[in-house]
């Protein structure tokens, strides 16, 4: 285990905040890139479908490559990969050569996020992992929160092509640290024959359908190919299942898949993201169509979301060593449900107050979750497949994003025209069902706690001499 604890969560929190900016900044930026490049609203679209398609496809292969090869250097190459392709993307004489960057992009975002969980797992302790993932969370919630700020400073003083330049030193100087602080000869904790080339291939095929299905559910008129996609992607998640099945060293290590807090984490973020994105995504129309807000004031009536995120990430460690992750995902979920229930009874006369109520419901709920969840997950995997675990983890906050925003488009699909309350309408109940299902997940998280310290029997200090027995 390394000793070089500050570089790796300066990698960690640097590589995970400008991916999320990324993803804040180009939203803003779209409009003038379309206009600058003649480019249709379908091309448009594909800048982000494509980048996340690529994304979510190969996150855990990804993260695997980094359990055999060393964490540090598929973070450096999907780092200066990252920068390369955004440099690319800056100078993109048209709209496919930025669609093709954008995808090239997505792969190397997907070398870069899993390990950001990887290089943590290595260097700290598992019962250390609570402070540098809340960090790490924080500086998600803060690049997620200026983004639309600074990307809109960006585009109208300088054009839509200094926001893919904004992220080009962080990640140069992240790459280049990796490379100079990793291990000089990392021994590989997987056998060479471990890739599974075929799992790979049949994951990535179906999280690509499924995330391809998602997307054109919610773009008008793609249900068809949506429902199409989804059910190739059923199909190909049905062959991956018999093929790991039949695997002498499968992709997805079957100790993961049948550790119950690891799969209880996956599940309460997948359904805290969706329902998290889903709400954001309703509560955007409502306060523009609705409301009359333009996107900045918009952005400051969901701004106590952001603010909490980020300052509450930091209290959540101390939150599990108290309560137990049980407990303290538990509390995180109820928040969060309230939150989405509080936003599905918005009327067109909706004040700021109760926006920013809900907000902060929503933000306190949903960090709560995040740090819990993303701590289980990846304290749980053993080191060997740490890389896999933080593979997982960035699948699920991927595919929840996409599976709430498409639940809120069918639904607000059947809502007539002249803009949509909530109060009215059924997208948001439903995300209150999604949001309420992170309950049941997060009360199969592990207790334990201070409490269930105090009440352990036995003696409460080890003789002299001898080291305490600390059980995981």
Request: hydrophobic share 50%; with cysteine; net charge positive.
């Amino acid at each position: 285990m390394t000793t070089r604890r500050g570089p790796v969560l300066a990698c960690s929190v640097v590589g995970a905040a400008v991916v999320a900016l990324d993803g804040t900044v180009l939203t803003v930026a779209q409009p003038a890139l379309q206009r600058d490049l003649h480019a249709g609203l379908d091309q448009i679209q594909w800048t982000s479908t494509g980048y996340l398609i690529a994304v979510a496809s190969l996150l855990v292969f990804a993260g695997r490559l980094g359990d055999r090869y060393g964490h540090h250097r598929v973070f450096a190459l999907g780092a200066l990969g990252f920068a390369a392709t955004s440099t690319g993307i800056a100078l993109a004489p048209g709209i496919g050569a930025v669609i093709v960057l954008r995808v090239l992009q997505g792969v190397c975002g997907a070398l870069l996020q899993p390990a950001t969980l990887g290089m943590l797992r290595t260097a700290f302790p598992p019962e250390r992992l609570g402070t540098p993932i809340a960090v790490r969370t924080a500086a998600i919630g803060l690049a997620a929160a200026a983004g639309p700020l600074v990307g809109g400073a960006l585009v109208s003083a300088y054009g839509w092509r200094s926001v893919f330049l904004l992220g080009v030193p962080p990640t140069l100087a992240i790459g280049l640290l990796a490379l100079a602080t990793g291990e000089r000869n990392p021994r590989p904790q997987v056998e060479r024959h471990a890739l599974d080339p075929l799992g790979a291939l049949l994951l990535a095929v179906a999280l690509g359908l499924l995330v391809h299905g998602l997307v054109e559910a919610a773009r008008p008129g793609g249900a068809t190919t949506g429902a199409l996609a989804c059910a190739g992607a059923v199909a190909a998640a049905v062959t991956l299942a018999r093929h790991e099945r039949r695997a002498t060293r499968p992709l997805l290590p079957p100790e993961l898949l049948r550790s119950t807090p690891v799969v209880a984490g996956l599940a309460v973020l997948l359904a805290a993201s969706a329902a998290l994105f889903g709400s954001l995504f309703v509560t955007t129309y409502f306060l523009q169509d609705v409301q009359g807000l333009d996107p900045l004031g918009c952005a400051l009536r969901v701004l106590p979301l952001a603010v909490l995120m980020v300052l509450g990430a930091p209290l959540c460690p101390p939150l599990q060593r108290r309560f137990g992750p049980r407990r303290t995902a538990t509390a995180g979920a109820a928040l969060l449900t309230l939150g989405v229930l509080l936003l599905s009874r918005l009327d067109a006369t909706a004040g700021a107050a109760s926006v920013g109520t809900a907000a902060a419901l929503l933000g306190s709920g949903f960090v709560t979750l995040l740090v819990t969840a993303t701590s289980v997950v990846v304290h749980r995997a053993p080191e060997a497949h740490a890389g896999v675990a933080g593979g997982l983890q960035q699948t699920a906050m991927n595919v929840g994003p996409a599976l709430g925003v498409a639940v809120a488009t069918l639904l607000l699909a059947r809502v007539p025209l002249g803009g949509f309350v909530p109060a009215a309408g059924a997208a948001l109940p439903a995300l209150v069902v999604i949001a309420a299902l992170a309950v049941p997940a997060a009360l199969a998280l592990p207790g334990g706690g201070a409490d269930r310290r105090r009440t352990r029997p036995g003696p409460t200090s080890p003789r002299p001499g001898r080291r305490p027995c600390v059980r995981s």
